[in-house]
T-cell receptor, first 109, second 115 residues
Framework: GEDVEQSLFLSVREGDSSVINCTYT??????LYWYKQEPGAGLQLLTY?????DMKQDQRLTVLLNKKDKHLSLRIADTQTGDSAIYFC?????????FGAGTTVTVRA | GAGVSQTPSNKVTEKGKYVELRCDPI?????LYWYRQSLGQGPEFLIY????????DSGLPNDRFFAVRPEGSVSTLKIQRTERGDSAVYLC?????????????FGEGSRLTVL
């Protein structure tokens, strides 16, 4: 959706960290999400963060939330070839999610 | 099944034809959503069901689109007089109404191609 913006492409070397950024507009969003979509597959929820948190870590994934700037980021440590996919940021508005256009992450050897 | 199931996975039709896309949500999930994903875009909201009723159909692009969920489980998205611009992947998702996190579980989608 046009209310959630992401950079379109990211290329990263295997083993390096990836950082995907997102900005959103609805300051009343209670939850923010990162979904992963592999070719020909549906969306898989990777992680989410509640709006009163600044950071959430889940294994190789770290989510940072700057509520003042309405900025969300996803860091993937030790990026692997299996991490190549499209990553969508989404904000929750009442009962539904609004998605960004997605960031295509390409992992090169 | 364990996940959200959508059929058909692929549908090719001609302009002007009628199309039905089916979604079988996760058992026990009362909330059901339809999204549309065009090439290179993120999913866009179409309609939301809570039980049998459409609680929000504000995302349906025009009156050629209609969706039903008569028994509060399986849903069908119906598109009349299809146009080439309707070509997209139609995603269905379900969730527990009581889920605080609002996590949506998505199916793999139905890819519609209108020639």
């Amino acid at each position: 959706g046009e209310d959630v913006e992401q950079s379109l492409f990211l290329s990263v070397r295997e083993g390096d960290s990836s950082v995907i950024n997102c900005t959103y507009t609805d300051s009343s969003s209670t939850y923010l999400y990162w979904y992963k979509q592999e070719p020909g597959a549906g969306l898989q929820l990777l992680t989410y963060i509640f709006s009163n948190m600044d950071m959430k870590q889940d294994q190789r994934l770290t989510v940072l939330l700057n509520k003042k700037d309405k900025h969300l980021s996803l860091r993937i440590a030790d990026t692997q070839t299996g991490d190549s996919a499209i990553y969508f940021c989404a904000e929750k508005e009442d009962y539904k999610l609004s998605f960004g256009a997605g960031t295509t992450v390409t992992v090169r050897a | 099944g364990a996940g959200v199931s959508q059929t058909p996975s692929n549908k090719v039709t001609e302009k002007g034809k009628y199309v039905e896309l089916r979604c079988d949500p996760i058992s026990g999930h009362t909330a059901l959503y339809w999204y549309r994903q065009s090439l290179g875009q993120g999913p866009e909201f179409l309609i939301y069901f809570q039980g049998t009723g459409a609680a929000d159909d504000s995302g349906l692009p025009n009156d050629r689109f209609f969706a039903v969920r008569p028994e509060g489980s399986v849903s069908t998205l119906k598109i009349q007089r299809t146009e080439r611009g309707d070509s997209a992947v139609y995603l269905c998702a379900s969730s527990l109404w009581s889920s605080n996190t609002g996590e949506l579980f998505f199916g793999e989608g139905s890819r519609l191609t209108v020639l």
